[in-house]
């Protein structure tokens, strides 16, 4: 079982300015090793390459540091023969050889060898991650910079005693320990991350003597719980519970607590600390919002896991796709641009953002592998717009939050009505009415990150955050 604790650490002066020395360092680094391979696509691919008389084979028009006859002067493994006659070693990717140059970085720039070689490591590996990101169909990495270059990773040496870590090249740091680790885990890795109220450790745990957690296969699921997602109320149940949703940023005080913090910011002088003191309050209160935001979403998570059922059935939705700006009208007489209904949909792209369902959706499969229950995804479309017995779809069925078909007369809550439906469609997948969507849902469903292992604080909630809507 492997899995992550969150603790917030307490470092003296000298502590914090090394901490923030070597983000400066591991985003420079970071931005360079980016440069680097960029140069080499270009050399090698686009300027093109030509054949060296000399030495008989291909050269790049300039030299890069990781192309094959870069700076570093062995892009290629010792040749090793194996039993096959085939090399066993083949070209050395671009982050090996970053990696292998590090030494090399350390004495030209003295400074390096005060971080650690595992978070130098790390920092490359980080970057070959956001290229393997990339190649799976996601955007092509990204240059760092201070807001988003927050964090690094020690990868061993990090020990505990009570409430003190070790941190490699840092030394002993005291940290509130909130949670004790359990007897027979060991640490596999730390990361430490810079946040607006100070520094945070998140350490890896990992005891192979208990076994990950298993769901139970779709042939032994009885029970679904249907979840229909929502702005006006957080969450719609299909057995008629609706939970509500705070709006935690969107709501009247947060909008204009927030209105101020900006206005005070943008007041002050570029570059001043006043300017500074002004930006770490404004940054403060978003991760006021945030942390709320969390805790209330472990909370209804909980809810509705706990519930007696197998399996729950959610919306498959695509939230980046719903918050994607409204396309542009030009009249074709004029040129001009007309009105595309752009700002008021920006409202309701700041509810949804407020909202957070995906990160709602990830703690509820997170709690319900940890029951061994099923989390089935549901392509939701037109369903609060179906009718449940006659199974007329009309636009027109839906009025607000009221449900009432065109065909055959029948009402019913629209969004609890979306939820029986969702449920009603897991069914079908559960009971093999749908044979290629249940396979599709099946590879579909991925492990869940470990980083949602971490624990939320639930704050002062009640039982008055879920209301019962009667039938």
């Known amino acids: 079982m492997l899995t992550n604790y969150v603790y917030k650490l307490r470092p003296n002066i ?66 090793k023969v194996g039993k096959d006659g085939k090399d066993k070693n083949p070209r050395r990717s671009a982050g090996d050889i970053q990696i292998t140059a590090l030494p090399d970085l350390k004495k030209a720039r003295p400074w390096f060898a005060e971080i650690d070689s595992t978070v ?11 290229y393997k990101n990339f190649f799976e169909g996601r955007g092509f990495p990204k240059f760092k910079n201070r807001s988003n270059f927050t964090s690094f990773t020690f990868q061993m040496g990090v020990k505990v005693q009570s409430s003190k870590i070790y941190l490699p090249k840092l030394g002993w740091m005291r940290f509130f320990n909130s949670r004790l680790i359990p007897n027979g885990f060991t640490i596999k890795a730390a990361t430490v991350r810079k946040r607006q109220d ?57 909008k204009r607590t927030l209105k101020i913090r900006q206005r005070r910011v943008s007041k002050k002088v570029k570059g001043s600390k006043n300017r500074k003191k002004a930006a770490n309050n404004l940054g403060r209160f978003h991760k006021k919002t945030v942390d709320k935001r969390t805790a209330y979403q472990w909370h ?63 703690k509820i499969q997170y709690l319900a592998a940890k029951l061994g229950k099923v989390v089935i995804k549901i392509n939701a479309k037109h369903s609060s717009q179906e ?6 779809v009309d636009k027109s069925n839906r009025d607000g939050e009221k449900f009432i ?46 980083s949602m292992s971490k624990r939320g604080e639930f704050g002062n909630l009640s039982n008055q955050d879920i209301k019962i809507v009667k039938s």
């Not at 400066?24 to 970071?30: E, G, I, P, Q, V």
């Not at 997602?229 to 969107?250: A, E, M, W, Y």
């Open 198 to 254: 100070g520094w945070y450790v998140s350490i890896r745990i990992e005891d192979k003597a208990i076994p990950s957690y298993a769901s139970k296969p779709l042939d032994e699921v009885n029970s679904i719980l249907g979840c229909d997602l929502g702005i006006t109320k957080l969450v719609h149940l299909s057995d008629r519970h609706q939970i509500d949703n705070p709006k935690f940023s969107t709501n009247k005080k947060s």
């Open 405 to 450: 078909c065109t065909q055959c007369g029948d009402h019913e809550h629209a969004d609890i009505g979306a939820a029986k439906t969702i449920r009603d469609r897991g069914f079908e997948i559960v009971r093999g009415d749908s044979a290629k969507l249940a396979a599709r849902q099946l590879n579909a469903q991925k492990i869940l990150p470990r």
């Open 14 to 79: 000298t502590q914090s300015t090394k901490l923030s020395s070597w983000l400066d360092m591991l985003r420079s680094t970071y931005n360079w090793s980016l440069a680097d391979r960029i140069a080499q696509y270009n050399q090698q691919f686009i300027q093109g390459e030509y054949c060296d008389i000399r030495t008989r084979s291909e050269a790049c028009p300039l030299t890069c540091f990781v192309s094959k006859n870069g700076a570093s002067g062995e892009p290629w493994k010792d040749v």
């Open 387 to 392: 009718c449940r017995k006659c199974k007329h």
């Open 120 to 130: 130098l490591q790390q920092n490359v590996k980080r970057l070959d991650t956001a």
């Open 300 to 362: 209804v998570a909980n809810k509705i896991v706990s519930r007696k059922v197998d399996a729950i059935a959610l919306e498959d939705l695509n939230v980046s796709g719903m918050m994607r700006r409204c396309k542009i009208k030009v009249d074709e007489k004029t040129g001009r641009f007309l009105k595309n209904g752009q700002s008021r949909k920006k409202g309701l792209n700041r509810a949804i953002s407020d909202a957070s369902w995906g990160e709602l959706i990830l």
